[in-house]
């Protein structure tokens, strides 16, 4: 791995991959055009299919069943389109997903959960953002390619998968040849996922809370350390763990976030042998130390006394410390 991939931690083992981890250029065609070029009508039946799951919505695990086809709205407050805050290469993610001219993300408006510390809530409670149909997407996507991207980064999709499906082939048709990246916070449908299958090159859900009260305090979804247990488990049966190319680009797998939170180091620990013990040991793991109080904490802090602060240095040391306890071993720190 190059050297622009390593971080610094005086703690953590200089350890970015290993060579098993390598795959050769020469092997990797991203999923979604392989799967296109082999059997375009399977392609067309699963735009068929997500277009269904919006009639009646189903796409993500509130099953609000409402009628996005005609704009009619349920929890995530997203109709027949999406809408996107914005599209820019981004330096800022993890150093195998931006290389040295950024990851495409595509950021959507509005999201399917309500996090309470939401850093983004501008997008993901208000919806800013402008609506874009398929055609609009594919050039948006193309578009981040010609830019030098290194991949497509999806950014809270949960909500909008049926609009993804429909958009892809139009971007192949332009000349989409890079990997995308399903960036989630794993609060996703098995009925999305299926449907998503040969599509994704690279998950990246993050896991927040591993216990059903937080959850539905926090997230208001009190299943959702359920459904994120479930998804990431076909996550891994889609694409396995992370692999790189020889320039220390991200090519395929599954890379969880986790962001530490103030005083939850309970739930960090649970998260982690969860990964270990029923994903893989060699789980690529973000371990994410930039919790700050944002959206409804900072409005309402006395309602939120426990996580109205920054952790401490010492909550992350002992995050990384759990996580090597349970035998994860692949770290951006």
Known sequence: MKMWQRRAIDDLPDYVGGE????????????????????????????DKAMKLLASC???????????LNNHH?????????????????????????????????????????????????LSWRGQGTVQNAGELARMMYSLQEQGCHNINFVTPEHVVPQLIEAIPEAIELGLRIPIVYNTSAYDSMHSLKLMDGIVDIYMPDFKFWDAGKSRRYLGAEDYPEVARTIIIEMQRQ????????????????LVRHLVMPGEISDTQNIFRFIADEI???????IMDQYHPDGMV????????????????????????????????????
């Open 20 to 47: 098993e981890w390598v795959m050769p250029k020469s092997e990797f065609v991203p999923a979604y055009l392989r799967l296109y070029e082999q059997d375009r009508k399977t392609f067309s039946d699963r735009v």
């Open 58 to 68: 189903s796409v993500c695990p509130r099953n609000c069943s409402v009628d996005r």
């Open 74 to 122: 349920g929890i995530c407050r997203s109709g027949r389109y999406a809408a996107v805050c914005s599209a820019f290469p981004h330096l800022g993610e993890e150093d195998g997903l931006r290389g040295w001219a950024g990851s495409g993300t595509i950021f959507f408006s509005y999201c399917n959960l309500k996090c309470v510390f939401c850093q983004n809530h501008e």
């Open 239 to 254: 694409v396995g763990p992370l692999r790189f190319d020889s320039h220390g680009l991200a090519r395929r797998g599954l």
């Open 280 to 286: 893989s040991r060699h789980t690529w793991v973000n």
């Open 298 to 333: 900072l409005r309402k802090p006395e309602k939120f006394t426990s996580i109205n602060r920054r952790i401490t240095t010492e909550e992350y040391i002992e995050a990384i410390r759990v996580a090597r306890e349970a035998g994860l071993y692949r770290f951006d720190s």
